[in-house]
Structure formats: C-alpha cells, structure tokens
C-alpha cells in the first residue's frame, strides 16, 4: 500500500454530510506520517473527533488497540451509530464530553490525536500543561494538527481575514512560531516539541470546497480574494519524556 495515499481509501466520506472543514482525513495521514519522534497507538485519544471518522482512521491505518472518540458537539450514540456501521465498536469508544475536564486516568493515553478541533479550546496559557498533557504517559505523545496563520495579517488582509472568521474566531489562528512558543514555556522541560507547517494545505481545501457545503462555498470565496496566502495547518508534535 502507498502510505502517502492512505486517504484517498476514505473517498467516500468527502462530502458535506461528513466533512466539517478542510479534509481531516489528509491533516491526519501527514499528521501521522510527519511525527518526527517514535510513537505508540494501544491507547489513543481522538480528541474533538466530531462524527468519528478521524477515529475510524486512526482505528484502521496505526496499530491502535483502542481508540477513544471524544467530542463535545457531537453526540457519543450519534457516533456509536456509524462505529457500528462498520463494526468497530470493539475498538471504538465513543465518549461525549468536553476537552477542558476530561474524565480519564491520568498517564493513560500512548497517543492523543486532535484534528482541526484543538484551537477551539487550547489557544490559552495552562490548557495544554493542565488539561491535556497529563493523561499521556511518560514517553507518550501528543499530535494536533489546526488550522494557523503564515503570518499576522496587516491592513487589508486583517479586515478580510476578520471578516471571513467572524469577530472571536480569529483569535484561534496562531502562526508555527506562536505555538511553539506557548508549549515550551508550558512544558519545554518535561517535553521534546516540534511544530511543522502543513504540506497537504491544497488538497485539504481542494475536497473540502468540492463537497459544496455552504461554509465550503463561503470558505472559496474567501481564499480566492487573498486568504489562500495568509492561511496554513499547523501540525504540532510533542513527547512527554
Ligand atoms: C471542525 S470539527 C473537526 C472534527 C474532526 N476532528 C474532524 O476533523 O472531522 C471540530 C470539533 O471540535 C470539537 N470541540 C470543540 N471544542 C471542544 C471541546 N471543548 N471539547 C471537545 N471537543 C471540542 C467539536 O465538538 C467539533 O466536533
């Protein structure tokens, strides 16, 4: 098998009724295949899954043993549905709840995976040392992959990129240098860190706008006018020692 085409196996679900933004399904096969430190799946956390299929990914494409579908938005019956349409409730665990006050044992994740949700809730000082990083164990990591900024925008391409992400949102687009910077003074010292820019930013997009879905539409409209160079995936790895 081509590892580089893991993705394209998931073609069926590139549409509106089952992507939510740019498509998970690439951000988490580069996701996988970049992290630049040995990882371990047994136990993984797909934190902000949404409809689970980055967890039925994570299921099929690394050794994971079991995968915890953890999601705020989204239902945990409401992804047991498609758990068991393919018959992986055995190795699926769906679990509704929020990323702030997770429910699990502390050192008991191998890995935890979070795509394009994280910046939702780990924009802020604390939230990675306290709320997240306790639950990998020693040796463990954590990989996130979200939505940043190549650069802060100025002038025009501040007020477009404002206006396309409506007023709050926008402070959740962090440059490369921005994360890096928060996770070291957070856990530099317990921690090997690394941050890379995406390579899949294109086709990301490119699946996402041929779904159709209004917020794809709006999102091309958008890229079209200047965005496209001032957005980019961040893809955040890091080794709790
Ligand atoms: C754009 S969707 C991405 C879902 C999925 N990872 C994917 O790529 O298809 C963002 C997800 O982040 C989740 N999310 C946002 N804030 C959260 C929180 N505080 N705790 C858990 N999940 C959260 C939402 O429930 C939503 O399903």
Request: proline share 3%; hydrophobic share 40%.
């Amino acid at each position: 098998m081509n590892i580089m085409n893991r993705a394209e196996h998931y073609k069926q679900y590139f549409t509106k009724d089952y992507l939510m933004g740019p498509n998970s399904f690439c951000l988490l096969d580069e996701l996988i295949r970049r992290n630049p430190y040995e990882a371990r799946y047994d136990r993984t956390l797909d934190l902000g899954c949404g409809m689970a299929l980055t967890s039925v990914f994570l299921a099929k494409e690394t050794p994971a043993k079991s995968v915890y579908a953890f999601d705020l938005w989204v239902s945990a019956t409401d992804n047991l549905k498609r758990i068991r349409d393919l018959s992986l409730e055995d190795r699926i665990v769906p679990i509704h709840g929020d990323a702030l006050d997770m429910p699990f044992a502390q050192d008991w994740f191998d890995a935890i995976v979070s795509v394009d949700s994280y910046h939702y809730f780990g924009c802020k000082e604390g939230i990675f040392a306290e709320r997240i990083l306790p639950f990998v164990r020693r040796g463990g990591s954590v990989m996130i992959a979200v939505p940043g900024l190549r650069e802060e925008p100025q002038g025009e391409l501040r007020t477009l990129f404002e206006t396309w992400a409506e007023g709050d949102d926008s402070l959740c687009f962090k440059t490369t240098g921005w994360w890096k910077d928060l996770l070291k003074k957070e856990c530099g010292n317990q921690c090997n860190i690394s941050v890379l820019e995406a390579e899949c930013y294109d086709e990301a997009w490119e699946d996402w706008f041929n779904t159709g879905h209004e917020y794809g539409i709006r999102d091309m409209e958008f890229l079209s006018r200047g965005l496209d160079k001032l957005l980019n995936f961040v893809m955040i790895y890091v080794q709790k020692k």
